[in-house]
């Protein structure tokens, strides 16, 4: 059985590997877009200097499930 990824693993892995780190924040940054579909990509861009901090914090076990998931399946191809 697989070992649940908790708050302090994904946080952990993000700050070990810049690999994760940076997809992670990719990836939340494409939700913060579509959940934002009427900023421009400049005000976006601004909008995230200000949120990155808490999305990064918040949004890292789902961020890292997600790395793993996709990393699995290009893995196994």
Same mark, same amino acid.
């Given at each position: 059985?697989?070992?649940?990824?908790?708050?302090?693993?994904?946080?952990?892995?993000?700050?070990?590997?810049?690999?994760?780190?940076?997809?992670?924040?990719?990836?939340?940054?494409?939700?913060?877009?579509?959940?934002?579909?009427?900023?421009?990509? !400049?005000?976006?861009?601004? *909008?995230?200097?200000?949120?990155?901090?808490?999305?990064?914090?918040?949004?890292?076990?789902?961020?890292?499930?997600?790395?793993?998931?996709?990393?699995? *399946?290009?893995?196994? !191809?």
């Amino acid at each position: 059985m697989p070992q649940e990824i908790t708050m302090h693993i994904a946080r952990m892995t993000m700050n070990r590997s810049d690999e994760v780190r940076a997809w992670c924040e990719e990836w939340m940054k494409a939700k913060e877009r579509a959940a934002n579909p009427q900023m421009s990509e !400049e005000e976006l861009a601004k *909008h995230w200097l200000y949120v990155r901090p808490e999305r990064m914090h918040e949004g890292a076990v789902e961020a890292v499930t997600a790395y793993f998931d996709q990393h699995k *399946h290009t893995d196994n !191809e």
